[in-house]
């Protein structure tokens, strides 16, 4: 039977919190900037409403996650679109199997009527009318209004929240009264070399070394030039090499362009080879490892060649 919970006489059928193998392991600073958003020092204080931005696929909502678990709470998960509405967010409005309308929390709402957090996943993808429905949750005042169950339900003292944050063009502009609540804005970099390793092998435990150093040694390679590929695009690399070697029955090392080229494209491939024009690296100190490569540096063509 589905948990259930009462607000002004209503009736809200729970959503389930999410189970996931995550662990954060990249900055520790990055970490230790979630966790100081979401402490509360004093009765008087309340917690922050941080925002994480970073490319897609840099950890953003795994570091969320983790956070919250290492903290003892349960995790639950809105992803939000272009099309989330208000209702969305809050309570839907479902017709039983008895014929009567029955109210169904949103991960949101479940998660501050639990005390558990809410990560707001792509929250930028949401319109402003959607973000209008949560500016009272957001402030001193705690609380969001349904307007369908015409109930207000006030969060749990224990209730967090932060919002994922993507830097693409299908996203929209987040309206200022919203932005000047969600502070503070931590920005996810791109991990170091031993990192990303140590990722990908989380990720990908049967990779063999070899593989998990080139593809390290790539990715490396891309952040210093400001190419937008990340751990996740390395992790569906070796798993897509990984795959080719087992069917073809040859070294996984001999599938890697195969797999760069299958993730990132052509243009990926080309970037492989010192073929692509890369960007311009931005300014201010990189937070990738710049120096040489261990094993192999693709850079300097000295990686094996299989055929």
């Not at 995550?22 to 204080?45: E, F, K, M, T």
């Not at 795994?62 to 678990?69: E, H, K, N, P, S």
Request: glycine letters at 6%; a negative charge.
């Amino acid at each position: 039977m589905p948990d259930k919970a009462v607000v002004e006489n209503v009736e809200l059928i729970l959503s389930h919190p999410d189970e996931l193998q995550a662990r954060w392991i990249g900055s520790p600073l990055i970490r230790d900037q979630l966790v100081a958003a979401w402490l509360v020092i004093n009765p008087d204080d309340l917690p922050l409403n941080p925002r994480l931005i970073g490319k897609p696929g840099i950890g953003k909502t795994t570091l969320a996650y983790a956070v919250a678990r290492e903290m003892g709470k349960d995790v639950y998960i809105f992803q939000c679109t272009m099309d989330t509405r208000p209702e969305d967010l809050i309570v839907t409005p479902v017709v039983a199997s008895n014929g009567r309308i029955a109210y169904h929390a949103s991960p949101l709402t479940t998660a501050m009527i639990r005390g558990g957090v809410c990560i707001l996943d792509e929250a930028n993808r949401m319109s402003e009318k959607a973000w209008a429905s949560l500016a009272p949750l957001l402030d001193y005042r705690r609380y969001v209004e349904s307007i369908i169950a015409g109930i207000k339900i006030h969060a749990h003292p224990d209730f967090r929240v932060c919002c994922t944050m993507n830097e693409d063009a299908s996203t929209y502009e987040v309206p200022e009264y919203i932005q000047s609540r969600l502070q503070p804005t931590i920005e996810v970099p791109f991990p170091d070399k031993n990192q990303e390793k140590n990722i990908l092998k989380f990720n990908v435990p049967f990779a063999p070394e070899q593989l998990l150093q080139l593809t390290v040694a790539f990715l490396q390679r891309a952040h210093r030039a400001d190419m937008p590929y990340t751990p996740r695009d390395g992790i569906h690399i070796l798993r897509y090499a990984l795959k080719m070697s087992q069917l073809r029955e040859g070294p996984p090392e001999a599938y890697l362009e195969e797999g760069i080229e299958g993730v990132l494209g052509i243009e990926g491939l080309d970037f492989f080879h010192g073929r692509a024009s890369a960007p311009p690296p931005a300014e201010g100190p990189n937070t990738s490892d710049a120096g040489p490569d261990d094993d192999y540096d693709i850079e300097d063509g000295n990686h094996p060649r299989w055929t």
